[in-house]
């Protein structure tokens, strides 16, 4: 069994699944249940300052996307942060941490842009013996409406200037969590790195309108009548995230910024993912809400199984490993030729893969009397939609032609060489390949 | 009260409460949710398979995404373009040699989409309301008789009503469905939902229906050919067979298809009487369904003895399974060769064959079954004689439907063309009504083929 203890800031757990601020983590009740299960840290629900009426909305919060058989895919809320009086989240964190020593435990804020309200709040923070702190600048409705979280995350110099106070008022590490609904995700980075960060967590949830009430014509979850944007997440969010943690990991000025990866993680692959490309531990919400504390069980052993089976002994020794390999479109090898090939024994015939190819593609595929499907090469640009379309699992492959080989779709040979769209001759501006 | 045990053949072998648990519907109907997760099964194929498979050409993956996407109606809506009976065809088609035999996933995983299902779950929802999608084009002015209100007729009265044609429609019955009424096993059209069909296909308009006239008796087929522009003959098979086996006709041997038409008008099954121990000669759907009826009423042993194969049984592996599941035997390979009793009958003696692929011949090895009641299933026939040119002792037609006869069409069970099923004479029904139109009207007739795929297939 693999070693799962992460040390990630300074901050040690048992594994690097981490509860995210949300409601799993809005109370001692929850977060111990978490720990029992097994989960490695919570990051506490997000706290306001001392005396900020929290009012949630009193009819539906939430809104759901779903897949086969009401798999849940995306989930989206219109829920502020804690609604509970500051004095009574601090106590029960402090007794949770007292109880809980081993796990991390980090408190979420979100308080005005004010210098003496960070100043009023951090202190008794610390007093909890909580592990850190990690600055909602992700919140992307209500609070951002008062001038906090999302709207503060938009900003870079307001982050860079919040950062700055916690680091002043506050001993432990600052982890600052970034709000995708931006850009360019590398201009917080970089200004939480300024600051004095320590690290970084991200994502937080993607503004949107799950649905709409087509027959009250109002957008859903539905108050009343009326209906507001909310943030998205859950496993349709996780492609946005890997992308945006990976942004962060592979650019110069923030490639040693320790992330927290959070976004969609539902299984211990979707964490090894996460870590692969750059994260120091991850962080998850909607699979507990969806299925229950008892998830993180497949995770850790998940996770610990596959380190096994590749021979790494470490979180550490996985996080990043990916990010080399990731690089700008115009780098990729463009002599690097593929063309699909159709299992016929694994073929059931189905034609999807037709039906892609012909009618929105490169007519690459022919289809005889008998329902036999195949791939004409001199018609292929091996885009690998049908690979994608088919319900047959490795039925469809793509297979690369080998250098000297030649090409039937463009008449070339097949270079053995890299070459990409630097240096590629239909490019104006190619430099001389040297 | 009579038990399993009571010799002879007597009603009240079980309790009311019993019987009416065992003719419930064979296939519950899915509710929202389960439609929706079978729906989410279909990989809406490119020119799916399941579409060229049914008889009628029902365009199954649109239906099935229409159903997915939350409009079971619309769904129906496609059903019924292509086969106005799909509310029953959902419910008695054999499926796993049709559609859900073509499916991918059968072939893929052995689980195909379970398309009857669904369609009934479509057909149903429409249908709850008694809303009839259809309305009748302008009146054409033309009169067309239609003779037998079975599926084919039904199908294509239904058709020339909508083209807008006036159709009387002649049964020798004085209830119409034909053997959607009569044959169906109780359990798969529950809740008298063949006169609720034919009360909804009606609502399209323009067909009056004449009860209680038989063609050859009440009917001529000159007079009607005289009196209306085109006539359709949608007659079924009204014979049975002969057993042809020594003491056929002592008491207790029946026809299988007059016993299960009984059963289907009774209002309370367990007046019903049945034989304490049952045999039943024959292979085919009608066998299948006398013999699990027999046993659902309560008979202690029921036998189907067939005298081929299982393999080379007209009806499907599904029916067989179904019927061992409830408890019949099928024995495979014997003949009957006597009934013996005294009066009435008291065991069946049967014969085991070989077939050397020249036909039938007997072992000469022997066994004896006790049978108080002996089901005759052995096929039905074609009894109308009309002067039509016949192929295979059945009416020769193309695939429009013509005969041999000027103006006379034909379709369903009484034509040498396509299966004994309901899907087929819905298909042939509808297409005879095509050719009808397009000729009285001097038109081309329409395609009634599913549009789907075309281009693939040319
Ligand atoms: C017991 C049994 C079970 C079956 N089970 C199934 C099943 O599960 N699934 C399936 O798909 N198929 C099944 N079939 C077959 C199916 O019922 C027939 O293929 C279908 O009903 C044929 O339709 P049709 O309109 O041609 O004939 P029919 O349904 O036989 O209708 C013919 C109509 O014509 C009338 N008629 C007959 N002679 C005259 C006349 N001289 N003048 C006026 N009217 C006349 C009859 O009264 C009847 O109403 C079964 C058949 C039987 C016997
Ligand atoms: C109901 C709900 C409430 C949330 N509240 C907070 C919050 O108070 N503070 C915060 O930083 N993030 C909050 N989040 C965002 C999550 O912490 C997390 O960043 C996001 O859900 C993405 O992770 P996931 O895909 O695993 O759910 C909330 C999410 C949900 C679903
Ligand atoms: S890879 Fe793309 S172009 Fe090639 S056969 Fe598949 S769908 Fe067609």
Not at chain 1, 9 to 35: C, E, M, Q
Not at chain 2, 94 to 112: H, I, Q, Y
Not at chain 2, 304 to 318: K, Q
Request: with cysteine; aromatic share 6%; hydrophobic share 40%.
């Amino acid at each position: 069994m693999a070693d799962l203890t992460t040390d990630f800031v300074g901050i040690k757990s048992p594994n690097p699944f981490w509860l995210a601020s949300a409601p799993p983590t809005d109370k001692a009740y929850n977060v111990r249940r978490a720990f029992d299960a097994g989960w490695g840290g919570a990051v506490w629900k997000t706290l306001a300052s001392e005396g900020e009426e929290i009012v949630n909305v009193n009819g539906p919060r939430y809104g759901a996307i779903y897949g086969a058989d009401r798999r849940l895919l995306g989930l989206n809320n219109i829920e502020l942060i804690t609604d509970r009086p500051l004095s009574v989240n601090l106590e029960e964190m402090a007794a949770v941490k007292a109880d809980y020593p081993d796990r991390a435990l980090i408190a979420s804020i979100m308080v005005p842009c004010e210098e003496e309200a960070w100043k009023a709040i951090l202190p008794r923070v610390a007093e909890t013996g909580c592990d850190g702190i990690e600055l909602n600048f992700g919140c992307p409705h209500g609070m951002s409406e008062r001038g906090m979280g999302a709207a503060v995350g938009q900003v870079p110099e307001y982050i860079e200037m919040v950062t700055r106070w916690c680091k002043q008022y506050y001993d432990r590490p600052v982890i600052v969590k970034l709000t995708p609904n931006i850009t360019d995700i590398r201009k917080p980075a970089m200004a939480a790195k300024n600051g004095g960060a320590d690290a970084v967590s991200l994502i937080n949830t993607i503004n949107s309108i799950t649905s709409v009430d087509l027959d009250n014509m109002a957008p859903q979850p539905t108050i009343d009548g009326k209906g507001s944007h909310g943030g998205y997440c859950g496993p349709a969010v996780k492609p946005i995230a890997l992308s945006m943690v990976s942004e962060i990991a592979r650019h110069a000025e923030t490639a040693d910024l320790p992330i927290s990866g959070i976004g969609g993680i539902t299984t211990w692959r979707d964490a090894a993912e996460f870590l692969a490309l750059g994260a120091g531990n991850v962080q998850v919400c909607t699979a507990a809400m969806t299925y229950g504390f008892r998830v993180v069980q497949e995770m850790t052993a998940g996770l610990s199984a596959w380190m096994d089976e590749k021979g790494y002994t470490s979180v550490a020794q996985i996080t990043g490993r990916a990010v080399p390999n990731v690089t700008d479109w115009q780098y990729l090898n463009l002599n690097y030729v593929t063309k699909a090939r159709i299992d016929q024994d694994l073929c059931i015939s189905c034609g999807r893969c037709f039906a892609a190819c012909e009618d929105t593609s490169h007519q690459a595929i022919s289809m005889s009397a008998d329902r036999t499907f195949d791939v004409i090469d001199a018609e292929c640009v091996a885009c690998n939609l049908c690979v994608d379309v088919c319900p047959v699992e490795d039925c469809i492959t793509m297979e690369r032609l080998a250098p000297g080989s030649v090409d039937p779709r463009t008449g070339r040979e097949v270079q053995a060489d890299y070459a990409n769209w630097t240096t590629h001759p239909q490019n104006p501006s190619a430099v001389a390949a040297e | 009260m009579a038990d399993t045990h009571t010799p002879g053949i007597t009603a009240h072998r079980l309790s009311e409460a019993q019987i009416a648990e065992n003719f419930s519907d064979l296939h519950p109907p899915l509710d929202r949710h389960e439609a929706r997760v079978a729906a989410d099964r279909c990989y809406f194929c490119y020119d799916a398979p399941c579409v060229t498979a049914c008889p009628t050409e029902i365009d199954i993956p649109l239906f099935i995404r229409q159903i997915a996407a939350g409009q079971p109606e619309s769904a129906a809506r496609t059903i019924f373009d292509q086969n106005i009976l799909g509310g029953m065809c959902a419910r008695v088609c054999p499926t796993e040699d049709l559609c859900e035999g073509a499916c991918v996933r059968e072939a893929a995983e052995g689980k195909p989409v379970e398309i009857g299902r669904l369609q009934r779950h479509a057909t149903d929802a429409l249908m709850a309301r008694q809303s009839h999608p259809f309305t009748r084009a302008a009146e054409t002015g033309k009169r067309v008789a239609v003779v037998g209100a079975g599926p084919a007729g039904l199908a294509c009265a239904h058709r020339l009503a909508m083209r807008g044609h006036t159709v009387t429609l002649y049964d020798a019955n004085r209830k119409p469905g034909g053997l959607n009424e009569f044959g169906i096993a109780a359990y798969k059209s529950e809740g008298d939902f063949a006169q609720a069909e034919v009360d909804w296909l009606m609502q399209i308009g323009g067909i009056s229906l004449e009860g209680g006239k038989a063609l050859g008796r009440d009917l001529s087929l000159e007079a009607l050919v005289s009196d209306f522009h085109a006539v359709f003959l949608g007659v079924g098979l009204a014979g049975v067979n002969a057993l042809r086996a020594e003491g056929e006709d002592r008491d207790g041997v029946q026809d299988a298809v007059r016993f299960i038409a009984e059963l289907r008008q009774a209002p309370d099954k367990s007046t019903l009487p049945v034989g304490r121990n049952v045999v039943v000669i024959g292979g085919g759907m009608t066998a299948i369904d006398a013999a699990i009826q027999s046993k659902l009423l309560g008979a202690e042993t029921v036998t189907i003895a067939y005298r081929r194969g299982r393999d080379r049984m007209g009806a499907s592996e599904y029916e067989q399974d179904l019927a061992t599941s409830k408890g019949v035997r099928i024995i495979e390979n014997a003949m009957p060769v006597a009934v013996h009793g005294n009066g009435a009958a008291q065991e069946v003696e049967l014969e085991y064959t070989t077939d050397d692929g020249s036909g039938l011949t007997g072992t000469g090895e022997r066994m004896r079954l006790p049978a108080d009641q002996v089901f005759k299933a052995i096929g039905q026939t074609m009894t109308l004689d009309c002067g039509l040119k016949l192929e295979r002792g059945k009416i020769a037609a193309d695939a429009s439907g013509r005969t041999s006869m000027d103006r006379v069409w034909a379709g369903g069970d009484c034509v040498a063309e396509g299966a004994d099923l309901t899907v087929w004479g819905a298909a042939q029904g509808r297409d005879a009504a095509e050719d009808i139109h397009a000729t009285l009207m001097g038109v081309a007739a329409a395609s009634t083929g599913a549009v789907m795929g075309e281009a693939a297939r040319t």
